[in-house]
């Protein structure tokens, strides 16, 4: 196959970066790919790139990823970080399964085989998954992402929005519904449903019954440190801690924060929040 002509990207890029951070979405620089070759096109340019499934890149990154002429391709991050799932249907079998079963959402990208279907994050932990359903069939959530326009696919192809994305249609997308892409087994002449999230509640039980016996956080004895231990037990990843995202974790920390005395600010309980998260992000980055 003869490679198509290269066109000028790194402005294009930039433009399309800044615009998905003004739509609250994490981007990810990426190595193009090359031509003919399939599976490129979608290794992340930085070796931090994880830092960003925990906080989005600043419009400074950005400008330094997509410019001075680089070539970089973009990644959009899902999960909790942009609020986003997205289902990725690669032939024409799975976009078949997907406008039959999913609801329908006004975000759709092109790829270079098939689509992809972009949904609002439920507010819990979506793992990814792949050859869904026994199809060409995968999903992104938290700590993955999906290659987005104007990015170019292996086969010369371009990613393409099926309509521009915008605050209002982002509004419009149906929330990500786990149970949608759940496979059904029988045993014994009885189908049951696999859930793959019953263990991530098992996790969050779990994480309650053990703030629930921690004892109240006391100001002027050691309160401050008993509110920031209780976090990093919910939000650091095992072993230290239950690995929770900050959605999960936030009615907890208010429970907890229900029985100081007194009771901590907002603004106190979201620093404690945001301390944590900026050490997890420092660790994954240094790794």
């Known amino acids: 196959m003869k490679s198509p002509e290269r066109q000028p990207f790194g402005s294009e890029a930039l433009r399309a970066a800044l615009r998905y ?34 906080a989005a890149c600043s419009e400074a990154e950005i ?8 070539d970089y391709s973009i990644a959009i991050m899902c999960g909790q970080v942009s609020h986003l799932v997205a289902v990725d249907a690669d032939s024409k079998e799975a976009m078949s399964f997907v406008r039959k079963n999913l609801p329908a959402t006004p975000l759709i990208s092109r790829t270079g085989n098939g689509e992809h279907h972009f949904y609002k994050w439920p507010g819990f932990e979506i793992r990814p998954g792949n050859k869904l359903r026994g199809l060409p069939l995968d999903l992104r959530g938290d700590n993955s992402y999906v290659v987005a326009a104007p990015s170019r696919h292996w086969s ?17 997308m149906p929330v990500f519904d786990p149970a949608w892409l759940m496979e059904e087994r029988t045993y014994k002449q009885s189908t049951i449903s696999i859930d793959p999230f019953e263990s991530r509640l098992r996790l969050i039980r779990r994480a309650i019954a053990y ?15 008993s509110l920031f ?15 929770l995202t900050e959605s999960e974790a936030l009615p907890i920390i208010a429970g907890f924060n229900a029985r100081a005395v007194p009771p901590f600010s907002d603004k106190d309980v979201e620093h404690k929040i945001q301390s944590v998260v900026s050490r997890i992000r420092s660790s994954i980055g240094g790794a």
């Open 21 to 54: 951070r003004q739509l609250g979405w994490s981007v990810l620089p990426i190595h193009p790919p090359t031509f003919g070759e399939k599976k490129s096109g979608k290794n992340p340019a930085v070796r931090t790139w994880k830092q960003f499934t925990v």
């Open 63 to 70: 400008r330094d990823f997509f410019g001075r002429d680089r």
């Open 156 to 172: 010369g192809r371009y990613y393409k929005w099926v309509c521009v994305p915008s605050k209002e249609l982002i509004e419009q």
């Open 211 to 225: 703030i629930d016996k921690m004892e109240p956080a006391v100001s002027g004895q050691g309160g401050h440190n």
């Open 229 to 243: 231990r209780a976090v990093c037990k919910l939000l650091k990843p095992e072993p230290e801690g239950f690995g």
